[in-house]
């Protein structure tokens, strides 16, 4: 069987297709690739496992993801794919319900484990809030599916794709994008961090931050928050906000600090090893929610654990 | 003066479902329903433009297995013109394919409209299905996850909050936009608005007003299981004066929190 990928830059298609070899190891893997190929890039789709890269004009992408969305139904219909996989980003979430309405498909999005069966694919999502897990069986085809990525690409041993340069002659509602406002602070990458320190609404200004940064410092962490802390009071960019609508992430240690947990937020930190929250209230949701519940006030408590940290770790 | 129409979905509180102890499934007759929140959002957005650029219509279509009237009755109060719904039983069972359908079919029957506007995902599914299913239908630009939104003549543009930053875009109308918590405070009508929205219409129909059969609402996804997802932990109440707790943390953090030395 084969299966379309695309997915918003190289990175991410091979991380995708690396992914969805791991639940579908027979299956053949077209990879979607806008512009110009790098050897690098084609390597990487090999190495995550794709067989043939379609090539098409970057023009496309300019166009928003109602073109994407009618280049990857042409492009199924002639190649007769039943199955395509998109990312579960934002992104992907534009494209795949217009691609899915498009062939009549089936679709589901954010799935967390895939399976070919005799009466077509099994997937997981988490739904109600993040609190429960539905089982789906996507019937009509074609299939269009969106993954969350969880495999890094392998470093060695893939074979060269094939490359098919491909012409697309569609036509879709067109979204022009005037600007991208990036946020100041670098771009932090924290569905791959290993210590992840989550801040929210305890902390009654953003001045009070520093505290949480010099911590974070000396643990060698990231910093994620909750919706309010990115979203209402912009304290923190949006590429920091773990939950439901954010990140999902899958630290070895999460640090909660000033943190309800609220389902919405309980959602995106399921995954971590270990979960340490701090809170004033002994009865907020996180501290049921956590391997170790401290019941204090961060604004003591962080402080004098980042010196303590700094003398044990002998770092400034 | 742009008509609008807003599509809004009876959920449950996902605040107050709590999973059956042994079965894990959620007991949903132990929550109450209400309008799923980002859609409220959609309502209020509707409702400011209207104001700001003095009239056009605001339309709100809902469809389910059953809608209850009091849940609508609260979308006119806050501002809405008119609604228009479908209680069907099968609508329990509907994906983001036979949702669609059934609400462009609703849309039909509101007459014309400039604008759509939906919450981006519902509270209970969480699907981000609705807004851009429609967009194809009508074979119109979609914007999604807007923070803010502007009208000028035939055209809107919209600050739309993606993962890497704040992204601007503009399409022409008509158009569907789909929004998230971040865009405004629905407002809370008032006793009058309350009183004034007992006269206004809500128009329910049958499948066949709509031109549908039963056949129309098979989905293309079926729900095979659904149960309360139970990470075990610890669940290791700490307690003491600051000085302790920090010490204990310090500890716990470099005992097994993995701290890179």
């Not at chain 2, 609508?91 to 509101?110: M, R």
Request: a neutral charge; aromatic letters at 4%; one cysteine or more.
């Amino acid at each position: 069987m084969t299966v379309l990928v695309y997915a918003e830059n190289p990175q991410s298609s091979a991380r995708l297709t690396a992914t969805a070899a791991g639940y579908l190891p027979d299956e053949h893997f077209n990879i979607l690739h806008t512009g110009e190929l790098s050897p690098q890039t084609l390597s990487l789709y090999g190495r995550a496992g794709a067989s043939t890269v379609i090539r098409v004009s970057h023009e496309i992408v300019r166009n928003g993801p109602a073109m994407i969305a009618a280049t990857l139904a042409s492009i199924a219909r002639e190649t007769g794919s039943k199955t395509i996989l998109l990312s579960s980003s934002k992104y992907g979430k534009e494209i795949g319900p217009r691609l899915a309405e498009a062939l009549q498909g089936s679709y589901a999005t954010e799935c967390i484990h895939l399976e070919r069966t005799g009466s077509g694919f099994k997937v997981r999502r988490l739904v109600l809030g993040g609190g429960f897990q539905a089982t789906l069986l996507l019937t009509k085809e074609p299939h269009v599916i969106g993954l969350q990525t969880t495999a890094e690409v392998a470093g060695e041993d893939g074979r060269t794709p094939n490359v098919v340069e491909q012409s697309v002659g569609v036509e879709a509602p067109k979204v022009e994008l005037v600007e991208v406002q990036r946020p100041e602070a670098s771009h932090v990458d924290l569905e791959r961090a290993d210590f992840i320190v989550g801040v929210g609404r305890g902390f009654k200004k953003k001045e009070d931050l520093t505290m949480v940064e010099d911590l974070a410092r000396v643990l060698g962490a990231e910093i994620g928050c909750s919706r309010p802390i990115s979203g209402d009071l912009k304290w923190m960019s949006e590429d920091r906000h773990i939950g439901l609508s954010g990140k999902r992430v899958r630290p070895k240690t999460y640090l909660a600090l000033g943190i309800s947990g609220q389902v919405q937020h309980l959602v995106g930190i399921r995954d971590s090893k270990l979960i340490i929250a701090v809170n004033t209230d002994p009865n907020a949701p996180i501290m049921s929610e956590s391997d170790y519940a401290v019941v204090g006030d961060i604004y003591k408590i962080i402080p004098l654990l980042t010196e303590k940290l700094r003398e044990r770790l002998g770092r400034r | 003066m742009p008509d609008i129409v807003v599509c809004v979905k009876q959920t449950v509180d996902i605040y107050q479902l709590k999973p059956h102890p042994e079965t894990l499934e959620p007991q949903f007759s132990q929550a109450q329903s209400k309008i799923s929140d980002f859609d409220l959002n959609a309502l209020e957005e509707a409702l400011r433009i209207r104001e700001k650029h003095g009239g056009g219509k605001v339309i709100v279509v809902s469809a389910g297995p059953s809608i209850n009237q009091l849940l609508i009755r609260e979308t006119l109060a806050m501002g809405a013109d008119e609604a228009h719904v479908i209680s069907h039983p099968s609508l329990a069972s509907a994906d983001g394919y036979v949702t669609a359908k059934v609400l462009s079919k609703l849309i039909g029957k509101a007459g014309r409209w400039d604008l759509i506007l939906c919450g981006e995902a519902s509270l209970d599914n969480s699907d981000y299905q609705t807004g851009p299913r429609l967009a194809e239908i009508y074979k119109i630009p979609h914007l999604a996850y807007v923070s803010k939104l502007e009208l000028s003549g035939q055209s809107i543009k919209a600050w739309r909050t993606m993962e890497d930053g704040i992204h601007i875009s503009s399409c022409s109308i008509p158009a569907v936009v789909t929004v998230g918590l971040e865009i405004n405070t629905p407002r809370l009508p008032s006793l009058l608005m309350i009183r004034a929205a007992s006269k206004k219409p809500i128009n329910e129909y049958k499948l066949s007003d709509l031109g549908l059969v039963e056949e129309d609402l098979k989905p293309h996804v079926q729900l095979l299981e659904l149960k309360a997802l139970k990470v075990e932990r610890l669940r290791k109440k700490l307690e003491g004066t600051p000085e302790e707790l920090a010490t204990t943390l310090a500890d716990i953090i470099l005992g097994e929190g993995l701290v890179k030395r």
